[in-house]
């Protein structure tokens, strides 16, 4: 999942990223409108989190700008407290939900989390293909009947790939939702972490069959 946070406060944007990346997404900044409104439509986020009063183009203006563009990733506004005008313009202007500063984290989070939460899988919070499950809230990662244990950039992979099983994604989907714009990525780093998840959810189970497939010069699929 990737996220860009559009947000003046250096303070406030820096402790999301921060956060966020804990939480295995990979998280961009901008710090006025102008950035903001330029990555956020031309790159491809999960979700955008946007400040409404920011320098060059407000937030406000953003939103609105994006959704005549057919820009469809879920907002998530931040309006300062007390501000109830400015919610009900920005639910008007696009936008998918707002929070409240000053707000917690876990708060944060749990809008980012039902944001990304697609119609495909309203049936719960557990991915699943065949026998291999990932649980979005806990991370808990399964392959019958063993718990699997992956680092941060392992489980931001294996998310993206079980949220669109049996899907052919191409390297460069898949850099764009599992990195960040500044990530230092070379042309095999896709193929070296997907080793590293083969090593985790198929080398160990001889008598099961292989999820990981490739698909040879389109990219990668699992189910
Ligand atoms: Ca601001």
């Known amino acids: 999942m990737r996220v860009l946070v559009i947000e003046d406060e250096h303070k406030i944007a820096n402790s999301i990223k921060k956060g966020l990346e804990q939480e295995a997404f990979a998280v961009d900044v901008a710090y006025d409108g102008t950035e903001g409104y330029d990555l956020a439509s031309t790159e ?14 407000d937030g406000m203006e953003i939103c609105k700008k994006l959704r005549a563009e057919k820009i469809h990733t879920p907002i998530l506004i931040l309006t300062a407290k007390g501000q109830l005008e400015d919610k009900v313009k920005g639910l008007n202007s696009g936008a998918d939900d707002y929070l409240t500063k000053p707000f917690t984290f876990e708060e944060l989070l749990a809008r980012v989390k039902a944001m990304t939460r697609r119609p495909a899988n309203l049936t719960g919070v557990v991915l699943k293909v065949d026998d291999l499950s990932l649980d979005t809230i806990s991370y808990e990662v399964k392959r019958e009947p063993r718990l699997i244990k992956l680092s941060a950039k392992e489980y931001a992979l294996l998310e993206y790939l079980m949220r669109h ?49 490739t698909i040879r010069g389109f990219g990668y699929k699992i189910g």
Do not use: C
């Not at 491809?44 to 183009?57: A, C, K, N, R, T």
């Open 44 to 57: 491809s986020y999960d979700v955008i989190i946007l400040d409404l009063m920011l320098p060059g183009i």
């Open 165 to 213: 099983a049996n899907q052919t994604l191409s390297k460069d989907q898949i850099i764009s939702h599992v990195w960040n714009y500044d990530a230092d990525i070379l042309p095999n780093t896709v193929e070296v972490y997907i080793g590293y998840l083969r090593n985790k959810i198929d080398r160990p189970f001889k008598n099961k069959p292989a999820l990981i497939q």
